[in-house]
């Protein structure tokens, strides 16, 4: 079984859509949670960290739910610029990251 | 603040070749992580340093590959012989643990390689 797994999509969504992604862990040990954003031929990058109360930057919400083992990320009011791989990534004693989720957002 | 700094950004060789990608880290990250990433098998982790020692080398997909880290600023990654389905991007990463936790990983841009 995978540590980590993740919907690879595509999402492919209207602008000003709401869109959600969910990751699953297999480690119920894990200790941290992030998701990264990466963009086409470019190096993943951090989007935010994932809190267990959960946590809020502007249109983007993640959430850790650890008795059910999955972490989420929803976006808000889609712009066309939110195009990209988002990937989640669970921390046991490795970083271990997920297959990515494409989204595209449409004019 | 410097990033992460991988060289070369792209490498074309020869099957057969040697192949030496590099990183720096960033300056005061105790943990460096090479990671390779297709479109079929996404990213994957290759092996990991912690103050310049190997952890973990389990991803390290045979003895072709070999990875160094002489100091806490400089690390090779070394395929040889190169054959075409070492083809990928190859990602260097660092960060640094503090109170027990693990805080984000930075990436470097990035080695495009291509074995012909």
């Known amino acids: 079984r995978k540590e980590v797994e993740q919907d690879p999509g595509p999402f492919n969504v209207p602008e000003g859509a709401t869109v959600a992604f969910n990751c699953t862990y297999s480690?119920?040990?894990?200790?941290?949670f992030f998701w990264y954003r990466q963009d086409c031929r470019k190096e993943p990058k951090l989007l935010m960290s994932v809190y267990s109360s959960g946590n809020e930057d502007g249109r983007f919400t993640a959430q850790l739910n650890r008795a059910s083992q999955y972490i989420s990320l929803l976006i808000r009011d889609s712009k066309l610029s939110d195009s990209a791989t988002y990937l989640c990534v669970v921390v046991g004693n490795q970083f271990y990251f997920g297959t990515g989720t494409s989204l595209t957002v449409i004019p | 603040d410097a990033g992460v700094i991988q060289s070369p950004r792209h490498e074309v060789t020869e099957m057969g070749q040697e192949v030496t990608l590099r990183c720096k880290p960033i300056s005061g990250h105790d943990y460096l992580f090479w990671y390779r990433q297709t479109m079929m098998r996404g990213l994957e982790l290759l092996i990991y340093?912690?103050?310049?020692?190997?952890?973990?080398d389990s991803g390290m997909p045979e003895d072709r590959f070999s990875a160094k880290m002489p100091n806490a600023s400089f690390s090779t990654l070394k395929i040889q012989p190169s054959e075409p389905r070492d083809s990928a991007v190859y990602f260097c990463?660092?960060?640094?643990?503090?109170?027990?936790?693990?805080?984000?990983?930075?990436f470097g841009p990035g080695t495009r390689l291509t074995v012909l």
């Open positions: 340093f912690n103050n310049n020692v190997p952890i973990d």
């Open positions: 990463a660092s960060n640094r643990r503090t109170s027990g936790s693990y805080n984000e990983q930075f």
């Open positions: 480690n119920s040990a894990s200790q941290s």
